[in-house]
């Protein structure tokens, strides 16, 4: 009788240290393998966390800025996490006249107006906004665009956390195109 309370004992040590092993080995934050800085250094680690989910293998694949002219007129950053894109940041510049097309998704809620630049929008998975620079040598207008997996954001806090990313976004935008010099 002993050795049977023994033996259960032991069961039961052994089932608990495998259910703490298991949740020993949750995956680490992404955002945890990101550079301090990323998207053309308008973005901190933790800036992107909220997007970035667990995961192991993190790619962020950009220039290392958006210093664009007449001849390179797009920068792009992307953020992939274990193969799964989280971040895509996108910054075109165009001759004056020449217009920005913004078309919402039709399945998604109505994206609210964002109050950035010329004109702005932001909806549940990303940002819009474009805005008219003037150059040290000519003007020109800018369309930046920001969108990310939200999947592993609390309900209700995208949409801010995008307002929040579009205004560090087009701060550095404006320094490194030399926008109002």
Sequence with gaps: ????????AAGAVLVAATVLAGCSEE???????????????????????PLMGPGKTVKEMSPIDA??????????????????HRVSVAIRRQ???????FQPDPGQPAPDLLPLGDRGYVWDTGAFVTFTCQGAQDS???ELM?????????????RPHFTGLMTKLMDVAKQQTQCGT
């Design 1 to 8: 009788m002993g050795c049977a309370r023994v033996l259960r």
């Design 146 to 158: 920001i969108s990310g997996s939200v999947e592993h954001m609390k309900r209700g806090t995208s």
């Design 67 to 84: 210093r664009l002219t007449a001849t390179r007129r797009e920068a792009s950053c992307e953020v992939v996490v274990d193969g799964e």
């Design 27 to 49: 995956k680490p934050a992404a955002s945890s393998y990101l550079p301090e800085r990323t998207c053309f250094g308008a973005f901190t680690r933790s800036d992107l966390e």
């Design 140 to 142: 020109f207008g800018l």
């Design 95 to 101: 001759p004056l006249g020449e217009s920005f097309f």
